[in-house]
């Protein structure tokens, strides 16, 4: 059974879990379409995305806090291969980044090391969005908040992340530590993670690398939110015997 059927039956379970008033604003993530768009360049098909998270040595997640003002849609048929969105952009920079940094490459942003648009990242590279809270929220989501739907959903998240999708590197973005916890404390309670530096926590045991970044709208500079990530996970390359990067 292919990725995304598993997720279409995980969806469904998730939103039958709910009231009827609660489930039209549930958001369904995961693996993202870079098909063929449509609807006016509004949605996306499915294209080889399965095909590449498939043959990827690094499968990487991007852990999130909930989707903003999408009741009912389906992140996965986004046009990804479009998208300019600020937010975005980040993601898809640090999707590439974390793709292709080795022990003898840094990628940074003053050396030419990303597309332009960031966007045909989609096309060479997977890319996996997981929220948290999976209806739709504003602006902003109290911590507090995260964790009760993080405790609610945990046998639905656990089965997206480590059933499905099945990550070795996840990116937690933001929240004061908050997702980083999340995943530790709900998605991987049962492993060990090692702090390599405040980037980069490390489960020796399943060669699983949790990045605790910012969130990708923090009110920082592009260098600090991608360069500082890099040099982190640079930093974790020379310190470990993670087989992620060679």
Known sequence: ????????????????SYPPNVRQNIVIDGLCYNGTLYNESRNSYSGNEEELWAT???????????????????????????ITAKFFKVIFNWLQGLSEITPD??????NASYLDPAN???LKYPLAIVNVKKISGSASVLNDTLYDYAKRDVPFLKRQVRDILQPNIVVCGGGSNSILNI??????????????NSWCYFSEEQDLLLINSWHPSARLSDTQKIDNMMRNVADFISKTQSGLFK
């Open 1 to 16: 059974m292919n990725i995304h059927t598993q997720e279409d039956i995980l969806f469904q379970e998730w939103a039958d």
């Open 56 to 82: 990827a040595k690094r499968k990487i997640l991007f852990l999130m806090k909930d989707p903003n003002s999408n009741p009912g849609e389906d992140y996965r048929e986004w046009p990804w291969r479009e």
């Open 105 to 110: 490459y840094l990628p940074l942003l003053d």
């Open 120 to 122: 045909q990242v989609v």
């Open 183 to 196: 995943a530790q404390q709900y998605i991987y309670p049962d492993l060990q993670f090692k702090s390599i």
